[in-house]
């Protein structure tokens, strides 16, 4: 398995991962509802060689940098999110009156900000490869944009298939504008990322906290990376 396969080329700025708590007013219910694994390691531990912490967060600096980047040239007036947040424990970060659950990663829109469960990110780094976390940050880094731009969706499904659209056209467009460089196998790390977060097939796509098929999920995501944000019905 890949673990350097991605390279940011150019341009982006490392990011600061703060483990700080807000208190909002929403939640959007989560995401990523079927986490590869509960991680054994800390980040900070380099156990078999193949990351270290730096390396995770220099990925994650990078997918965030990359996606800050590229939605302040698609969104006139985009502001950057208010802070990305690393938590490890349920109940450490809360949106609103709810606690942010382990194994999961969520934009908040009451605090403008993105949480995710270390650990999780952690065994997805090291089970799926690092490309998994350009689109686990750029999937939340969607609602964000969705959010500025007022989208309101009647289906939460509608709103997690556009968000994967969007996080595809976040990472095609900077492949082909070379700020971000993919590696033999990382198509298919994306690939087998979206299959491990697909719904169950039991969940109706009208579920209230429906995000797609993992079929549906790789379309839209594939869509936005093939033909930009065009395919994404903003
Ligand atoms: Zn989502």
Known sequence: MRRRALAVVAGVAALVIGGGCFVGAADDGGDAA?????ASASPGEQEDGTMTAEEFQGDIGSAVGLAEEYWGEKVRGFRPVQEVIAYEREGEVSCGNE???RNN????????????DVNFAVAAFR???DA???YLLGHEYAHAVQ???????RFTIDHELQADCMAGAYIGDSVK???LKLDDGDLDEFQSGLLAVGDDPNIPWFAPGAHGTAEQ???AFFDGYEKSVAACDL
Not at 34 to 38: G, I, L, S, T
């Open 99 to 101: 606690a942010v659950p």
């Open 147 to 153: 959010a500025r731009l007022g989208i309101q969706s």
């Open 132 to 134: 998994f976390l350009f």
């Open 34 to 38: 079927e986490p590869p694994a509960p």
């Open 127 to 129: 089970q799926v490869g």
């Open 177 to 179: 504008d070379g700020r």
């Open 217 to 219: 999920r790789t379309q």
């Open 105 to 116: 990663a969520v934009y908040c829109p009451a605090g403008d900000f993105i949480a995710y």
